[in-house]
């Protein structure tokens, strides 16, 4: 990969992020052509080349967050946000956690069911024994 297709990428990656830019209009800021045919096709070429590929990976997985980084941060809203922001965090710290669910029982109207009725309340199905 070249210096101006690194730039391209670049600015492709960061207009995902950002400034919500397409690929030709990334490759239009960087080559600076005024052909939005070309800056397609000449962008596809090289979003498909590998190297591109595997250094648009490694730039995401540098920028991603981790699940535990979301956690930790909602955790700080939680703490230090407002009351609205708090709110949200906590609602969302919970339904990760599995806090919040509903378990409806719409099969055995509250009675308990062994395994073999649990199976046969689904249809014609049998089981041995």
Avoid: W
């Avoid at 990428?9 to 209009?25: C, H, N, R």
């Avoid at 395994?115 to 049998?126: A, D, H, L, V, W």
């Amino acid at each position: 990969m070249n210096l101006r297709q690194k730039a391209f990428v670049d600015t492709y990656i960061a207009g995902l992020l950002g400034e919500k830019l397409s690929a030709p209009q990334a490759y239009l800021k960087v080559y600076r052509t005024k052909s939005l045919k070309v800056a397609g096709r000449e962008s596809h070429r090289i979003l498909q080349r590998p190297e591109v590929k595997e250094y648009i990976q490694q730039k995401m997985s540098e920028l991603a967050m981790s699940g535990n980084e979301v956690l930790v941060r909602l955790a700080e809203i939680a703490r230090n946000g407002t009351n609205t922001e708090k709110l949200k965090a906590l609602e969302l710290i919970g339904k990760v956690h599995g806090l919040f669910t509903e378990r409806v029982d719409v099969t055995s109207g509250g009675e308990k069911l062994s395994f073999k009725e649990f199976i046969q309340s689904y249809g014609n199905i049998r089981l041995p024994g």
